[in-house]
């Protein structure tokens, strides 16, 4: 079955997004760590790889029957295992995607939720795209799945253009100077380094257009 358009987006398919971004978060680990070495404190790979292994337990222990249930048991699993700031960002991304989904998940349900999801992590981390955070690469992934939507594209294909925005957009990170979070501290010197959240961003787009192809 072709699980990511036709009929919607069912639970295996969020499962499988998930388990799709620990895989990959785990294959980066270093990458991420590097990342926060230079503008942070060295542990958002550690920090996300930890993270997505508990979802996958949470899952193991208590199956999510619906794809709102993976949401927020994976969101809430995130805001409680991880200590640092993108645990509690990207927890409440996912809880209130889950909570403002609508059943069937059709690509215009996901944009709507995802889009929502998004919103959360700027009013938390009270920042905007621009900041240098996660944010640089998930407002780009959320305006394509928009843009998607309202010209009818199949939902592969809108998950695909979404991972590209989202790495153009930690890609363009580099040559910021970060308002929020720990790189904030270091004011000019965090110029000229990717920002680690937006590098895990792009990761975690890259397992949704990876699942759903
Ligand atoms: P910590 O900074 O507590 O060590 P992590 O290293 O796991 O946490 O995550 C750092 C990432 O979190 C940053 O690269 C950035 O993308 C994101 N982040 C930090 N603070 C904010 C914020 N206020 N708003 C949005 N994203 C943020
Ligand atoms: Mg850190």
Do not use: C
Request: glycine share 10%.
């Amino acid at each position: 079955m072709d699980r990511g358009t036709g009929e919607g987006m069912d639970t295996a398919f969020f499962l499988a997004w998930f388990e799709d971004a620990g895989r990959l978060v785990r294959l980066q680990r270093d990458r991420l760590t590097a990342l926060d070495a230079a503008i942070g404190d060295a542990d958002h790979g550690a920090n996300l790889d930890r993270g997505f292994t508990e979802v996958r337990q949470a899952f193991a222990e208590w199956p999510p029957a619906t794809p709102v249930q993976a949401l927020v048991s994976a969101g809430t699993t995130l805001i409680r295992r991880v200590g640092g700031a993108s645990g509690p960002l990207y927890g409440s991304a996912f809880r209130q995607m889950g909570k403002s989904m609508d059943s069937p998940v059709t690509l215009a349900v996901f944009a709507a939720a995802f889009e929502s999801g998004v919103r959360a992590v700027e009013r938390l981390g009270k920042a905007a795209q621009g900041d240098k955070t996660m944010l640089d690469a998930l407002v780009p992934a959320s305006r394509e799945l928009t843009r998607a939507v309202q010209e009818e594209i199949a939902a592969r294909e809108a998950f695909e253009r979404a991972a590209r925005a989202a790495e153009e957009g930690a890609r363009a990170t580099i040559p910021l100077r970060a308002r929020r979070g720990r790189a904030s501290y270091l004011g000019e010197r965090s110029v000229g380094h990717e920002d680690p959240g937006a590098a895990s961003a792009a990761i975690i787009m890259a397992a949704l257009a990876a699942v759903a192809s």
